[in-house]
C-alpha cells in the first residue's frame, strides 16, 4: 500500500527525538576529545560568570558570557535552552559554545536556566524568562552590556520561550522590566505553533486549558519588536514548516520579521560553531547583523545558500 511502513508525521517531528536532539552526541564526543573539554574558540578573550541566581528559586540561574575587553555598550542577547520543556540546561555543550561565539561576535550573551515539566508548565517557563530578562536589565551595564538594548533568543523550545517574551510583552511588564527595552528576538529550529503543541509529548507542558492562548503566533502585531527566525532545512526534530508558520502570520499582524533557511543544517547543527564547523558562520553573522554587533568577518558558506522564506 502507498505510504506502507512510514510514521505518521507527528511521530516522526517530536516525541524522543524533541527531548533527546540530534548530534548532541557527537558534540559530546568531541568535547571529550579535547583536554579541559571547551575547545579554543579563538577571538577576543571571553569572561565567564556561572550560576548567578536570578530568582529566588534553586533552579533560576544564569550565565554571563561577555568579551573581557568590551569598551562600549554591547547589545545583549539572553538565551533559552531547548529540551522540550522537560530536560536541558544552560551548560549544556552545544549551548556553552553557542553563547561563547556569540559572545565573541560583540555581545553580552546571557544563558538562563528556567523550570520544566513535570514540575512546572504553561506559562512557568515564560514566568521565568521574564524574570532572567529583568535581572539582565538591571545589571548587565557594569559587563559592558546596554540595557535598553536586550535581545531574547533561543533554540527549539527555547525559541519559543524568546518569540513569546518578545511577542506578548506582558510577560516582562508584570515582572517590572520596561517593554520598549525588548529589541526583538530569535527563534532557533522553534516550536511556535498549536501543532506542536497537540504533540502527547507535550501534553504535561501545554494542557488543554492554556492552549488557545499559548501558541506564538497569538497577539502578533505592528508593535511587536523585530522576529528573526532561523531554521534548519534537514531538521527532522522540529520542522521547519514552524518557522515558515510563524514568519507568514508575523508578516499578516504586519510584524517586522526575517526568516531563514540554512540548507543541510539539522536541529543541533545550528548550534555547533566552531572552527570544527565553520558552515555555521553565516548564522552567527545574520545574528548578529540582526542585534547590529558590528561587521563580521566573512566565511564560506556550506551546502548552498541560505533561503529566506
Sequence with gaps: MPGAGRRPMRERYGRRALVRGTGAGACLLLANCIPGGLPDLGGPEIAVERDIAYAPRAEALLDVYHPATAT????????????????????????????????????????????????????????????????????????????????????????????????????????????????????????FTERCMDWPLLSAVFPPSVREAAPATRRLGPDTPPLLLLAGSLDFVVPPRETRLLAEAARAAGTPVEAIVYPG?????????????????????????????????????????????
Design 72 to 191: 562600549g555598550p554591547l547589545p545583549v542577547i539572553l538565551y533559552f535552552h531547548g529540551g522540550g520543556w522537560q530536560v536541558g540546561r544552560k551548560d549544556e555543550l552545544q549551548d556553552m559554545l553557542f553563547a561563547r561565539r556569540l559572545a565573541a561576535r560583540g555581545a553580552v550573551v546571557i544563558s538562563a536556566n528556567y523550570r520544566l515539566a513535570p514540575d512546572a508548565c504553561f506559562p512557568n517557563f515564560l514566568e521565568d524568562g521574564a524574570e532572567a530578562a529583568l535581572w539582565a536589565h538591571r545589571n548587565v551595564a557594569q559587563r559592558g552590556g546596554d540595557p535598553g538594548r536586550l535581545y531574547f533568543a533561543g533554540h527549539s523550545a527555547g525559541a519559543y520561550n524568546a518569540v513569546k517574551l518578545a511577542v506578548d510583552r506582558r510577560y516582562v511588564a508584570s515582572a517590572g522590566l520596561p517593554p520598549e527595552a525588548v529589541q526583538g528576538a530569535i527563534g532557533i529550529a522553534g516550536l
Design 265 to 309: 543544517f539539522g536541529h543541533l547543527d545550528l548550534l555547533a560553531s566552531g572552527p570544527w564547523l565553520p558552515s555555521a558562520a553565516p548564522m552567527l553573522r545574520d545574528i548578529a547583523r540582526f542585534v547590529g554587533t558590528g561587521p563580521i568577518p566573512a566565511a564560506p558558506a556550506v551546502g548552498g545558500q541560505p533561503r529566506r522564506t
